[in-house]
Antibody, heavy 120, light 107 residues
Framework: EVQLVQSGAEVKKPGESLRISCKGS????????INWVRQMPGKGLEWMGR????????NYSPSFQGHVTISSDKSISTAYLQWSSLEASDTAIYYC?????????????WGQGTMVTVSS | DIQMTQSPSTLSASVGDRVTITCRAS??????LAWYQQKPGKAPKLLIY???TLESGVPLRFSGSGSGTEFTLTISSLQPDDFATYYC?????????FGQGTKLEIK
């Protein structure tokens, strides 16, 4: 079964750093881009960026460029989303999603989401 | 970035109804459009891609159409399991964008 399993919920204070993870299984991890999508409380979906796990090449939405970093470790089939200094406005659910085969394509498999709460 | 606008934002309907959700792109995206369904507390699920291709396992009551800048998602006969929020997403360029969502409620 193709699946993405994300790390558990996090509670952090403003200014702290954080890295959440997304582990792929059941398919060739290096063959498909992994995307990250934010959903703030009660709001819609926002595409943040993506990574090609074969070479760690990344693309970012202008809205998130410079605020988050996407990385991956192909040896353990895991992608990461990290912040160096969290803000209260980073409180949200973060989903990773596997992209289907092409350079630009649909998001066919989603992780279960990681809830991040940033509060003093 | 390409902006995606869905309408309506909320739709009230009954079991058995036929419903249509519209998604408009700020510029042509050919047929590079996907539709997702999201239920409360769950991850989004892919329903349709390339504007009209049904993802494997998705019921045939779901259909998509359109190209260029205007697209529709139609559910031919609403079932209780269909009450959820629906999002369109363009993948014409790698800066992907989603519509703001349409919440389908029980009337």
């Amino acid at each position: 079964e193709v699946q993405l399993v994300q790390s558990g919920a996090e509670v952090k204070k403003p200014g702290e750093s954080l890295r959440i993870s997304c582990k792929g299984s059941g398919y060739s991890f290096i063959s498909y881009w992994i995307n990250w999508v934010r959903q703030m409380p009660g709001k819609g979906l926002e595409w943040m960026g993506r990574i090609d796990p074969s070479d760690s090449y990344t693309n970012y939405s202008p809205s998130f460029q410079g605020h988050v970093t996407i990385s991956s470790d192909k040896s353990i089939s895991t992608a990461y989303l990290q912040w160096s200094s969290l803000e209260a406005s980073d409180t949200a659910i973060y989903y990773c999603a596997k992209q289907s085969g092409s350079y630009v394509d649909r998001l066919d498999i989603w992780g279960q989401g990681t809830m991040v709460t940033v509060s003093s | 970035d390409i902006q995606m606008t869905q309408s309506p934002s909320t739709l009230s309907a009954s079991v058995g109804d036929r419903v249509t959700i519209t998604c408009r792109a700020s510029q042509s995206i050919s047929s590079w459009l996907a539709w997702y369904q999201q239920k409360p507390g769950k991850a989004p699920k892919l329903l349709i891609y390339k504007a009209s291709t049904l993802e494997s396992g998705v019921p045939l009551r779901f259909s998509g159409s359109g190209s260029g800048t205007e697209f529709t998602l139609t559910i031919s006969s609403l079932q209780p399991d269909d009450f959820a929020t629906y999002y369109c997403q363009q993948y014409n360029s790698y800066v992907y964008t989603f519509g703001q969502g349409t919440k389908l409620e029980i009337k």
